[in-house]
């Protein structure tokens, strides 16, 4: 947690990965993030991993970390005032909306300005015409999943990472910081929406693969685990290591080649053919053919122990393979020696390696990262302190299923 | 391109995806974005995809559109002052600095402030400590190559989208705006340093996987095609077509039991293992040996044209695989009719579809991407009017190899 936000609010009515994670990074750079979530918990309330012996799920902990949490009834009109409300109060620094809800609807913007003109509102969708997507249908409909896996495996291989949810997080949480400095030099509030499928299209076109696919009129083949346009890929040492080793730069190139030994043998292969790896990386992908089996050669005379220091020594980039709990249980990456890193007792009553802000700010302290909250935890604060309602007319919410506080018990 | 950010001014120093993708949200969202490079290209100037005949470079066009470059020799030190002067220029919104260079070394924060005390420095970085990642190397670090792809493949198999670099390049764009808001507020500047490797470990810490991996001491086992947790996979219909379908909340999986004629089956299934698909995806997930081939044989008797209809009008989560080059033959938004992409002239001389900013403002005019800029177009533009030299200053810097202008004819 870091406080370049701090004073910044945004309320959040969103579900699964894109949304959520959107609010969480402004919520660890010191934003108030007001969660709001259907009484009972919304369609990512048992998404799985769940806590071992069906406990909550480590998914919604995970995205929902430092955020207060409004349990509300929005299945009735009154719900749906309320979280109006929330999202449309005033406050120079609030007015800032993120969510994944149907740009139609009960927050379509249209309905939510006459409540607060200048709203900011970031909206994450699937398909621009609001069309449902998740990565993998948007993988499938951009072609990654012809060009992953091992050459002549027959269809497609989905990856695992959902990327481009990510992304969307990432992105729209600085479309809306960039919107409220808009906002306070000009005083005009904005719906922004991104969807899924144009920031995986703007990406690729961004790496340009759209061009090349225009330009050259073919698809990219599949090729394994090589690296693309440049030397890269897994191979196995001695000791049975398995290593991913990327040779992009002439330094890195230049390297690998010295420690591996393998300087007369690519001085000759450079002659018979013409080229110089070192001066273009391409050629090393040109010619991956040739090359590969002398790596594999020579890898395999080694052991990851002397290599690793070498490569380190020299510049090449490099790095094992290893299953997360493996990383987990050898990697001092991945404990809480790396301050992004640090055990947190959640609501579940788990404790685990909980991760802060994925940015480092040498100059400030960073501040202990906060759990999720237990669903409704804060609905009676927020009532009182952000719509100024009684404790009466909270009482007269709470009796009437319409606003669920955690502290009252009620099933979540 | 949009206004949100205009009046800001940020200099990069950087190369491949991170930093340049991240200025480049930058500039499409309206700030001024002056890209310094090494006389002749940088590390990236020939990263491929390169255009046909050996051209220009795809991957350079498409992260460095709509910036302005300058270019210096570096190897000099006079060469790296002028970049130090243009870094730490004066003005209430300029002092914005993205770069991956490393750490130490010229560029260092503490060698930049003496100049410009408030300065903001976005750093990405490989690993904390300095080390070298790319994409794939931090994924072999992670666990993912290990968990993606068939089932029984022997040894890892990389995913080829570069995500990591991509998110840290919207994630830092997003710190960096935040840092700027808080140095409005303050008038304090900072160093922000973003890893590849901390993007990866927080994000799966957002995801729950690390939670999962420790609380468990299991690893996640490959699961081919299957989406974890609730029902996802790839289906062939009666014409040949593969399709992606996902059911994660009540509504996606109920209108693919009905529309694929499954809810007799369905529900025998349901009373066999006492499940209740509709109210638990995870039961999905667990039972999923038994679903599958019921989907399978289900698919296989209807064609994806009578398909796609029915799953649209009962809200199904799906898509067709396609390649890219499909894509852009066939879809309509791989094409200009999607207002995020328009063609685009590059400075090579070629015209393709080029992305603008993903976000999509329906109250704000969209304005014409603009291309990338020829090495050097603008290097003594920025040289007389940010840091004020006169065209005999100029002059002599040109002739001292110093500064290289496009308008010069110096080889590029």
Redesign the interface.
Known sequence: MY???S?LRVVEAAS??AAP?RA??LAQ??AEVIRIDQAGGG?DF???????GDGP???????N?AKKSVALDLSRPEGRALAVQIITAPGKDAGLFVTNFPATGFLA?DRLTPHRPDLICLRVM???DG????D???????????????VG?P?????????WE??AG??????L??????RR?TGQG??????L???A????????????????????PRM??D????F?R?FATADGV???V?A??PR?WTGLVVILGLNAAIASLEGELGADFSA???LR?VHRGRLNPMFEAAFACKTAAELGPAF?SR??????????????AQ?R??SAA?P??SPVEHPGG?T?????????????ARRPTPPAPVLGRDTEQVLAEVLGLSSGEIGRLHDAGLAVSAEKGVPL
Chains 1, 2 share one sequence.
């Open positions: 406080d370049l936000l004073g699964f990965i994670s969480l990074h750079l010191g369609p048992r998404r799985w991993p769940l806590s071992p799920s480590l998914y919604w902990e995970g995205l970390k913007y699937g398909w621009p069309r449902q997507a998740v993998y249908t948007v993988n499938a409909a951009i072609g990654l999943p012809l060009i992953t896996g091992p495996h269809g497609p291989v989905n990856h695992v990472l959902p990327a990510l992304l990432a992105y729209a949480s600085l479309c910081v960039s919107a409220e400095r808009a030099e904005r719906e922004i929406r991104v969807p499928s144009d920031i299209i703007a990406s690729l076109g961004h790496l340009g693969q759209i061009a090349e696919a225009q330009l050259t009129g073919q698809d990219r394994g685990n690296l693309f346009g440049a890269g897994d398995r290593l991913m990327v992009i730069t890195q273009d990386e391409s992908f380190e510049g090449v980039c490099w790095g094992p393979y290893q299953s997360l709990g493996q990383a987990l990697d990456y991945f790396n992004v890193l788990r685990y390696l909980t991760p802060g802000a994925a940015a480092t700010i040498p100059g400030d």
